[in-house]
């Protein structure tokens, strides 16, 4: 059976000898609930209504990040940006300068090659990020959209 986001966040705060709390039960629905890619802001925005703090926020960022179920991504920009972890496959990012647009996309072999680089160093290889920064065709073409975070599926 596949474990919710909530059920593994539990078993984690668990097994660090943590509370389940109801506020840390919100946070992470709410980080669910988001779309792949969200920052702080996203978050303490959809959780308005639960009179969350900022210091919560970020403090439960870093525990579901400690828990393997989020990761810091940074797409160039000042604010740490999170994406889902859990339930997603690994993929690279291609980041647009000049709108903000993040394509997504799974390629295997860019895992593969790095993992043989690892190996032929005796290196544990724990994470690959691929990402490639430049313009978008929108924006090649002039006709770039407003800067927004929404990552864009191919
Ligand atoms: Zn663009
Ligand atoms: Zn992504």
Redesign the pocket.
């Known amino acids: 059976m596949v474990k919710k986001p909530g059920e593994l966040f539990e078993g984690f705060l668990r097994r660090q000898g943590l509370n389940v709390t109801q506020t840390r039960r919100a946070v992470v629905e709410a980080v669910f609930s988001l779309p792949?890619?969200f920052d702080a802001v996203d978050l303490w925005t959809a959780l308005r209504d639960q009179r969350v703090s900022t210091a919560t926020v970020y403090r439960t960022l870093d525990l579901l990040e400690r828990a393997g179920l989020v990761r810091r991504?940074s797409f160039g920009e000042a604010q740490t940006r999170y994406?889902h972890v859990l339930g997603?496959e690994d993929?690279g990012?291609l980041v647009c300068r000049a709108c903000g647009r993040?394509i997504?996309f799974a390629d295997l072999r860019l895992q593969g090659l790095v993992s043989e680089v690892a190996d032929r160093h005796g290196f544990d290889l724990a994470e690959v990020v691929v990402q490639g920064h430049g313009l978008c065709s929108a924006c090649r073409k002039g006709a770039g959209r407003e800067p927004r975070h929404a990552?864009q599926k191919l």
């Open positions: 792949s890619h991504v994406e997603r993929h990012h993040v997504e990552p």
